[in-house]
């Protein structure tokens, strides 16, 4: 069936280590794909999108490319900050533009 | 600046009343959503609107209620039926064919 899987966390980083938080998609067709990240305590921020195959989001030094070729969404940073830590969510609208789908989460603890 | 209110930030209730979380936009959204999140887990859609007068029951819609009278607003009703209320709840809007914009949350706790 249609669905967003990110993987599991939480992740564990020193500060100024690479990260990635892999996302995959399940969907026909290519839908928009998007980042979001919550901080503690708050709701959900984008932080970056792409909503064809091939084209590059990026905002704050994350970037993520859209694979159609894997149906991917990877988020990487080339060097993580303590202020980096949070929950990331990958989702999209797959075949549905009436409601998003929701990865479940991947918590990032960056380490000073 | 456009955006997406949500009150109070923090809401205690006692066994078996019902509670209302308050949901406003200033942004001319059309669509708007309420997402339940419990510690550690992600976001569950619990109802959906897509123009006012109407709504769409989402993954967890039993023991919650909502109306949509009018654009800017989207209150949920977390009724007595509901037994395990106690959650993060997030309500969000969205454009046509954009992404979209989340309010700060309302953390309910039942006492």
């Known amino acids: 069936g249609n669905s967003v899987t990110q993987m599991e966390g939480p992740v564990t980083l020193s500060e100024e280590a690479f990260l990635t938080i892999n996302c995959t998609y399940t969907a026909t067709g290519y839908p928009s794909l998007f980042w979001y990240v919550q901080y503690p305590g708050e709701g959900l921020q984008l932080l970056l999108k792409?909503?064809?195959?091939?084209d590059k989001g990026s905002n704050k030094g994350f970037e993520a490319t859209y694979r159609k070729e894997t149906t991917s969404f990877h988020l990487e940073k080339g060097s993580v900050q303590v202020s980096d830590s949070a929950v990331y969510f990958c989702a999209s609208p797959l075949y549905n533009f009436n409601k998003f789908y929701f990865g479940s989460g991947t918590k990032l603890n960056v380490k000073p | 600046d456009g955006g997406i209110t949500q009150s109070p930030k923090y809401l205690f209730r006692k066994e078996g009343q019902n509670v209302t979380l308050s949901c406003e936009q200033n942004?001319?959204?059309?669509?708007m959503y309420w997402y339940r999140q419990d510690p550690g887990q992600g976001l569950r859609l619990i109802y959906y609107s897509q123009i006012v007068n109407d709504f769409q029951k989402g993954d967890i819609a039993e023991g919650y209620s909502v109306s949509r009278e009018k654009k800017e607003s989207f209150p949920l009703t977390v009724t007595s039926a509901q037994k395990n209320p106690t959650a993060f709840y997030l309500c969000a809007s969205k454009p046509g064919g954009g992404g979209y914009t989340f309010g700060s949350g309302t953390r309910l706790t039942v006492v």
């Open positions: 792409a909503t064809k195959a091939d």
């Open positions: 942004l001319n959204h059309d669509a």
